[in-house]
């Protein structure tokens, strides 16, 4: 039996049974394998270590009512790792080998998978860098595609409560033409620094604007921005900012229920006349925004009663997870079992 609290887990790395990986060697990807080393080799003048060529992903699995474990858009997330891979000269993942590597993965890992109704889910992340050895900048010829997993409980401690963002215009967490539209850790790295800043302020995220005008809103540091404006959902259109899954399917449940989607420029001005506000993503799915705070201008922007969240991010929430756990009907076929 795993010991394991599971209704009070933190977002971190647990031990798992095992995790999976794949080689790329010779211009072809081998077979998948299983190990329960958590640790990798490489050559300390690896490319992945000196160049950045690196990429990840993020999803999660759910043990549902019925005790079927269920696995959320994962193709969505091949497509994203293999458009990631690509912008920084990697080769691209077979559809069949992540597939493989993630149902595994799930399979050698399933006590892990928290019972349902504890609020929990397994994340799964998939990891892909380049190490072959290089002094001078160039791609690397040798690539280790590793997926491993932990149980997780929710990102923000508060779980589902309206948190407090303030708007950056210090630095930037992409350029437009740059790596903003790709997940790859240098754009975690370049936001790190202000996410600490806002973290000992007492905020939850930093909210970025575009880099060119510092006008239109862009994203939060670890999550896509949104916002309910009447009958509207409301987000931000960006050539520098990340295509997260959890928000195209927000768009698609919030069309379901009657909202009009608009993905346009945002203007920071504009939450003036918003009723909601909020980030997504897979680790928090939404995190409700009771404030923007703009020191800059001396401006805050409030939502709402600034404790509970607002009825159409309730909404939208608890059907989205209410798909993941099964709960609520999946009628986009998003969800895929493992058996």
């Keep these: 039996m795993i010991d394991i609290d599971w209704g009070n887990l933190p977002f971190g790395y647990e031990k798992t049974n095992a995790n999976t990986r794949c080689y790329y060697k010779d211009g072809k990807w081998g077979s998948v394998e299983v190990t329960t080393d958590e640790t990798v080799t490489m050559h300390m003048s690896a490319t992945c270590l000196h160049y950045g060529q690196e990429c990840f992903e ?200 009657g909202l009009t989607v608009e993905k346009r420029q945002f203007p920071l001005t504009e939450l003036a006349e918003c009723d909601e506000a909020a980030e997504c993503g897979t680790a928090a799915v939404i995190s409700p925004i009771s404030a923007v705070v703009d020191p800059d201008e001396n401006k805050t922007y409030t939502f709402g009663d600034q404790v509970n969240p607002g009825k159409t991010c309730v909404k939208l929430y608890e059907t989205l997870v209410g798909i993941q756990y099964g709960d609520v009907e999946d009628p986009f076929g998003w969800i895929s079992f493992v058996e």
């Design 58 to 257: 993020g999803l999660k699995a759910y043990r549902g009512k019925d005790g079927k474990i269920r696995v959320f858009r994962w193709e969505e997330n091949a497509k994203r790792l293999n458009s990631s891979a690509a912008r920084v000269g990697m080769p691209e993942v077979p559809k069949e080998i992540f597939k493989e590597m993630l149902f595994t993965l799930v399979k050698k890992n399933s006590d892990f998978v928290p019972p349902y109704g504890t609020g929990a889910s397994l994340y799964i992340r998939p990891l892909l860098i380049g190490v072959s050895p290089r002094l001078g900048i160039s791609a690397s010829t040798e690539y280790i595609l590793i997926l491993f997993c932990s149980p997780v409980g929710p990102y923000y401690k508060g779980g589902f409560k309206p948190i407090k963002v303030i708007v950056e215009r210090g630095s930037d967490r992409a350029a437009p033409l740059g790596t903003g539209t790709v997940k790859i850790g240098g754009n975690y790295a370049a936001a790190l620094n202000m996410s600490i800043k806002c973290h000992e302020m007492g905020y939850g995220a930093a909210l970025y604007l575009d880099p060119k005008e510092k006008k239109y809103i862009d994203e939060c540091g670890p999550a896509n921005f949104f916002a309910i404006k009447g009958d509207k959902y409301i987000t931000p259109k960006s050539s520098s900012i990340l295509p997260s899954i959890t928000n195209m399917s927000l768009q698609a449940l919030a069309e379901k229920i």
